[in-house]
């Protein structure tokens, strides 16, 4: 080949390697923020994004539309969400001026035993099948929602997710390609070829699917309200299935749940407060994160250096080893929240770091004893962080007979180490990836977001806000910035951490900073597709706008009117 051709290509393949030239902004950002005055919704996939608005346009408040996407959600992408799992949520509740918190994660069966997995000779609670099911609390967090904050109907709310069961709706494309992979692994499970595939086969992209099981599942909801899935036939079919297939869930079990207001907890990072739910969900791992972080000082053309990596890779393997120690549902165990996240906690944390070399940690010593996520805002000022959950995806593949859904296999996440904090006990809440997060200044709201993606999740929340506030991305750009994850820390189900663990990244980091990251003794992997999603809403209080992010790794869409 001609060596001034070489040279050419040489010159223009940096050009190539974006996917577009955008006149402002960054490269890297696959859209413009959204921006709208009286309401803006995000969600992982556009329908639901519509069923939103057009709540918010009806009168509905931010978290009637956030119920109505949500069971859209579980119609439209039972891959990562539905009424057989749980639920967690921050609302800013704009006539009291408060935050709240909401823990709608369900609890094991109170007849399944420690003694029984032993029996059974598992040092590990299997992924799928009768055991890993917990109590969905999903539907009880919806009602729980509601009744506090809600405007319309619970059946105007449900209306459109039974419309679209019943009429149809066209598959987007990433939910269908996790839809072919789940029902090849499920099929093997009763229930699942007639719930989730047409005459045998998964949906395609842009194929109608209907699901009139779920349909007249959501009806019984509007009809009879949380108790219509609790108690009655609903709750009767769940259990005599999951017995039938020999787990242990009962109707007593479903009977007794009941979802748990808390107060979310918080550490302020350069002037803004970040706030989540303590345990039993894995929230308070950005806290401590952002708790050590916020002792170092970044420029902001250092994102994507081997110093950034490096020092958010370190912050989370310090956090994650607490994580794996002490964080279990806290009605059972003595979590200590305040002292994990406290600045003095994080102080000593940060001194373990070395800032050149990646290091192996324990936890620190305290004084102890696949998923959805959406986010809406409204007319008067609400707002409100939404995650929901089955687990693994679809979860456990257990599918009740003619109801529509599955049921989630949280119950994986316990421990059966006795000694660790999360083991498994009768009726209790296992540990939990799912994580609702929020930021607000001086005392008024700031921001309501999340990004999916299990262990991922807290390093998902501190990227997007070294994003935003180290280095000064918009909304959309902090979501489609670039990410990285370290993988081999300790789990709370039991694992021990491997040795110094494995650094993932996307494409779009620089080589040379890659280079610099495995000088400093990480081992580094490229790894697509365990990034989560994210959706974002940001209040502008001078302009008095709404922003929305909704992220190009999934189907989603931000939109606001």
């Given amino acids: 080949m001609n060596l001034k051709i070489i040279l050419l290509l040489l010159v223009l393949i940096p050009f190539f390697c974006h996917a ?136 105007e709310v449900l209306q459109p997710a039974i419309s679209y069961a019943e009429d149809g709706f066209p598959l987007s494309e990433l939910i269908a390609f996790y839809w072919n992979l789940s029902v090849d692994r499920f099929k093997v499970y009763p229930n699942v070829t007639n719930t989730y595939t047409i005459n045998g086969k998964a949906p395609d992209k842009g194929q109608i699917f209907k699901n009139p099981y779920l349909a007249n599942t959501y009806k019984v909801l509007a009809d009879k309200g949380r108790d219509g899935f609790y108690k009655g036939k609903i709750a009767k079919t769940i259990a005599d299935f999951i017995q039938s297939e020999g787990g242990f869930l009962s109707e007593n079990d479903l009977a007794a749940h009941k979802s748990e207001w808390v107060d979310p907890v918080s550490v302020n990072y350069r002037g803004y407060d970040v706030w989540e739910l303590p345990p039993n969900g894995q929230g308070i791992t950005a806290l401590q994160m952002l708790s050590i972080l916020k002792g170092y000082n970044f420029r902001k053309e250092e994102y994507g250096t081997a110093r950034h990596l490096h020092l958010v890779t370190e912050a989370k393997k310090l956090a994650f080893e607490d994580r794996a120690k002490y964080y279990a549902d806290m009605h059972q165990v003595d979590v200590p929240v305040e002292e994990l996240i406290s600045d003095e906690y994080g102080n000593r944390r940060r001194a373990l770091v070395d800032e050149n070399t990646a290091g192996k940690y324990n936890a620190g010593k305290v004084s102890a004893g696949e998923t959805v996520y959406h986010t809406v805002a409204d007319q008067w000022g609400n707002m409100i962080s939404l995650i929901q959950s089955n687990y693994r995806g679809m979860g456990s593949g257990m599918v009740p007979p003619e109801l529509g859904f599955m049921l989630q296999d949280r119950g994986e996440l316990f421990s059966l180490q006795p000694t660790q904090a999360n083991v498994f006990e009768p009726g209790k809440r296992p540990f939990h990836t799912i994580i609702p997060a929020f930021v607000t200044k001086d005392g008024m709201p700031v921001m309501s977001f999340g990004v999916m993606g299990g262990d991922f999740q807290p390093q998902g929340h501190v990227q997007i806000l070294m994003n935003l506030i180290d280095f000064g991305m918009n909304l959309q750009e902090a979501g489609d910035a670039p990410r990285f994850s370290h993988h081999g820390s300790s789990t709370p189900t039991g694992q021990s951490s491997e040795g110094r663990g494995e650094v993932h990244v996307e494409t779009g980091f620089d080589a040379e900073q890659i280079l610099e990251l495995t000088k400093m003794r990480h081992r580094v992997a490229y790894s697509p597709g365990e990034y989560g999603g994210y959706q974002a809403i940001w209040y502008d209080a001078e302009q008095k706008v709404y922003k929305g992010a909704s992220e190009s790794r999934k189907d989603g869409q931000a939109a606001g009117y």
Wanted: charged share 20%; hydrophobic share 40%; proline share 4%.
């Fill in 20 to 155: 577009q030239d955008r006149i402002t902004g960054r490269n890297f950002a696959s859209r413009s923020e959204v921006i709208a005055k009286n309401g803006m919704v995000c969600t992982s996939q556009p329908l639901a994004t519509q069923i939103g608005l057009d709540i918010l346009k009806k009168g509905g408040s931010a978290i009637d539309a956030a119920i109505a996407a949500n069971a859209a959600l579980g119609l439209m992408e039972p891959t990562g969400s539905g009424i057989g799992g749980d639920l967690f949520a921050i609302v800013w509740d704009a006539k009291t001026q408060k935050l709240y918190g909401l823990n709608g994660s369900g609890r094991s069966p109170k007849n399944l035993t420690l003694d029984y997995f032993k029996k059974q000779g598992l040092d590990k609670i299997p992924a799928y099948g009768p055991l890993p099911v917990t109590v969905s609390g999903c539907v009880d967090a919806w009602f729980e929602l509601h009744s506090k904050f809600g405007k319309l109907s619970m059946k």
